[in-house]
């Protein structure tokens, strides 16, 4: 029996893994991201204070909502269960394909162990882009910069 990590489909599975790894980093920009940063309002507190105060001031409460506990993004382990769910539906799809087609038990076995990795990838590469922010984390950062009398329109 052929070992299944020097099969092509290891190799596809492989690849897949690495490509979702370099595009979640290309995804995870904008106003909708974890890494978006507040956009303040051009208020009297950032007219008198200017730009440079007000980024260390915000910086501050960034800070403040990390050491708090808060994440910037939902930590959802949306990678973890797409791949979980993309290996099980992969693997009992594959190895029914091979029992339908009257595959041995090797074959069926195989079968299932590649459809397990094809879809386990698919899986991570999906739950890769599923990054949201946090709600909460935000509401923090925009509490701390109002208290500090900054005006948050949105974030960027």
Not at 113 to 134: R, T
Request: glycine share 14%; with cysteine.
């Amino acid at each position: 029996m052929k070992h299944f990590l020097s099969t092509p489909i290891a190799s596809v599975a492989t690849a897949v893994l690495i490509s979702a790894a370099l595009l979640t980093g290309c995804a995870s920009s904008g106003p909708s991201s974890p890494s978006a940063r507040p956009v303040l309002y051009p208020n009297a507190t950032l007219n008198r204070v200017g730009e440079a105060q007000a980024q260390r001031e915000t910086d501050q409460c960034i800070g403040n909502a990390q050491r708090a506990g808060l994440s910037p993004d939902e930590k959802s382990n949306a990678v973890g269960r797409g791949a979980a769910k993309g290996a099980a539906v992969g693997g009992v799809a594959s190895a029914v394909g091979a029992l339908i087609r009257g595959r041995g038990v090797e074959g069926v076995l195989g079968s299932g162990a590649a459809g397990a990795a094809v879809g386990g990838s698919a899986g991570a590469v999906a739950g890769s882009f599923n990054d949201k922010p946090s709600n909460l984390y935000r509401n923090y950062v925009q509490r701390c910069l109002r208290d500090k009398g900054f005006d948050v329109i949105g974030w960027n």
